[in-house]
């Protein structure tokens, strides 16, 4: 019986590790990436509305979310977005895969700054157009723990009407990089 649960434990192991070995060059080999192209809105020329800025070793990123991509990630539940427009924002750090083990010179606790990271983070952003300011109503910090370079968040605004002259607008104080202007 020993020996048999001896081998048990080794198989259980061993595959556990092939496991995460698998699951890690799958992630490196797209740690450059953003969505996948099929969830993003497009511009006349076909290319995905997107932008980002680095700005000292942090990168900021930010996608625009197709209803087509909000079917794919939502199914039936889709609809319920109908009214909204939705973004990505990345975050991704140098040489540092979870944001919430950066020194923040503003969240000092990791409850802190995980509290900011989960549900006071959209108080910050906004979306400008040439008439309107839209806030941003909801957000979603999606936590890898390390497991991919960047931290995603999940955005939702009101629907933005105008597609010309979109500012993506984000008043960064856990970093303390000021401002960031992403033009869509």
Do not use: W
């Amino acid at each position: 019986m020993k020996a048999a649960n001896i081998i048990l434990i080794v198989l259980f192991c061993a595959s556990g590790c092939v496991g995460k070995q698998a699951e890690t060059n799958v992630i490196a080999g797209k740690e450059n990436q953003g969505p996948p192209p099929g969830v993003l809105v497009k511009n006349e020329q076909g290319e995905a509305v997107t932008n980002s800025k680095e700005i000292d070793g942090v990168l900021y990123a930010v996608y625009a979310i197709s209803k087509e991509g909000l079917e794919t990630m939502f199914h039936e539940e889709a609809a319920e977005y109908d009214h909204f427009s939705c973004f990505y924002l990345d975050i991704r750090v140098k040489d540092m895969a979870d944001i919430v083990t950066f020194p923040s010179p503003t969240y000092q606790t990791t409850n802190d700054k995980v509290h900011y990271l989960s549900f006071g983070i959209k108080d910050y952003i906004t979306i400008e157009t040439g008439s309107k300011t839209y806030k941003c109503i909801n957000s979603t910090f999606d936590r890898t723990y390390g497991k991919v370079p960047y931290s995603r968040f999940f955005l939702v605004f009101d629907k933005v009407k105008e597609q010309e002259g979109v500012t993506f607008k984000f008043y960064d104080n856990y970093f303390n990089k000021g401002e960031i202007n992403l033009k869509l």
